[in-house]
């Protein structure tokens, strides 16, 4: 698995880039194929990562953004394409109890923290708009509610050929709080027919913790939890 690079900055850009040129019959063919192994995939809006620029010396980091629907992203069955990265946002929820909330999804069973791929807005994409869908991946996939006005940045990841991801760090909740609303939300969709974006959830509070898990984890998921833990747990 390739680990994700992780990137601290004091100041974080967020402006309008363009994609690489893509063949636009390439990508409807491979949305077709990855619709037929996968029904529920639905081809809603967006956002894409054409590039990152990180400058250390001022610690600013730059990410270019750009409107896709999700088609865009199944062009990365074709060998050589040139697919630009996701743009996502994801929460690091804490227990009072020192521990960090870790979810399996239902579709792959992999190890992740709460988050998915932003969608555009109506308005400017800027960090409170990377907040508020933070916030709500993390109500839709854990059933926790937070302001995104109470979202704290806490890093920043990126992998080569993957995802770019925005992750903020959420006030901390007692793990029988959290439990209890996933229940609720597990309950709701199943009545409803749906289909959970998570399986099931838990809490680590150790890298050791996370490990047993056994995996497979999301490219961001080890890092991250690596260096909260490291500064908090």
Not at 125 to 139: N, Q, S, T, Y
Not at 177 to 202: Q, S
Request: glycine residues 8%; charged residues 20%; proline residues 9%.
């Amino acid at each position: 698995m390739t680990m994700a690079r992780v990137i601290v900055p004091d100041r974080l850009r967020l402006v309008r880039g363009t994609l690489p040129a893509v063949d636009q019959q390439a990508v409807d063919r491979a949305w077709e194929q990855a619709v037929l192994a996968d029904p529920t995939l639905y081809d809603g809006p967006a956002l894409a990562c054409p590039r990152v620029d990180h400058r250390p010396a001022d610690s600013t980091l730059t990410l270019e953004w750009a409107p896709v629907t999700y088609r865009y992203f199944s062009l990365r069955r074709v060998p050589g394409a040139d697919v630009a990265p996701a743009l996502f946002a994801a929460v690091v929820q804490p227990t009072v109890e020192g521990g960090l909330v870790v979810g399996r999804t239902t579709a792959a069973g992999q190890v992740q923290i709460p988050g998915g791929v932003v969608e555009q807005p109506t308005g400017a994409v800027d960090e409170a708009w990377l907040a508020h869908e933070a916030a709500r991946e993390l109500a839709e996939e854990t059933g926790v509610v937070v302001p995104p006005e109470e979202l704290a940045r806490f890093a920043v990841t990126s992998t080569p050929g993957g995802n770019v991801g925005v992750f903020f760090r959420a006030p901390p909740l007692a793990e029988k709080v959290i439990r209890e609303r996933f229940a609720v939300l597990l309950a709701k969709e199943t009545a409803a027919g749906n289909v959970p974006e998570l399986a099931e959830v838990t809490t680590v509070g150790s890298l050791s913790d996370l490990l047993e898990l056994g995996g497979p984890y999301s490219a961001s998921s080890i890092p991250v939890a690596r260096r909260y833990l490291d500064q908090f747990g």
